[in-house]
């Protein structure tokens, strides 16, 4: 993929490598990142902005098919778990836990480093509140595991994840 950092014409590649992968392309107001677009994409619950030379993908991946876009071999490289440039498999601790109820599950042994940034009687509860989180004991057994954060780095990337999303999701 091109690299699209500062270049001012950016939303014409955006819409084309948007096409190209059946990815809805969204108006939106001109950015201020590295990349100067006007055009994002959204496929379902999954939503797509460009950045440098590849696309971040933001979304709930359920882990059975996080699992299946990393065994294929452009998934392995090319669609990377959390944006990590070591092309890590999905799982722990790039998994994010969900609840039946919708809460993101925060391990428990977290609690303390949250208790020293958040100093403040309530600061911690008002925070969970807001961010729609609690912590757990075991993340595993009381809720799902998904991938929320991709890094696609070519067109064969962007356009295997979109079919992965209509085909498995049903999208």
């Not at 100067?36 to 902005?49: A, K």
């Not at 299946?68 to 790039?94: F, N, T």
Request: hydrophobic share 35%.
């Amino acid at each position: 993929m091109k690299n699209l950092a500062g270049v001012p014409e950016c939303d014409g590649y955006i819409q084309t490598e948007l096409e190209k992968a059946r990815i809805t392309a969204v108006p939106c107001e001109l950015t201020r990142s590295e990349v100067p677009y006007r055009l994002t994409g959204q496929l379902g619950q999954f939503h797509f902005w460009r950045a440098w030379y590849y696309w971040v993908a933001t979304g709930l991946m359920p882990l059975e098919i996080a699992k299946e876009l990393y065994a294929d071999p452009i998934g392995k490289s090319d669609i990377r778990v959390a944006g990590h440039c070591a092309c890590p498999p999905p799982e722990d601790p790039w998994l994010k836990y969900v609840a039946d109820d919708g809460v993101e599950l925060v391990r428990e042994s977290e609690r303390a480093d949250f208790e020293k940034c958040f100093k403040k009687e309530g600061e911690v509860a008002k925070l969970m509140k807001e961010r729609n989180f609690r912590f757990s004991a075991d993340r595993v057994s009381e809720g799902k595991a998904y991938v929320d954060c991709y890094h696609i780095d070519s067109q064969e990337g962007l356009r295997l994840f979109a079919d992965t999303i209509r085909n498995r999701i049903g999208i």
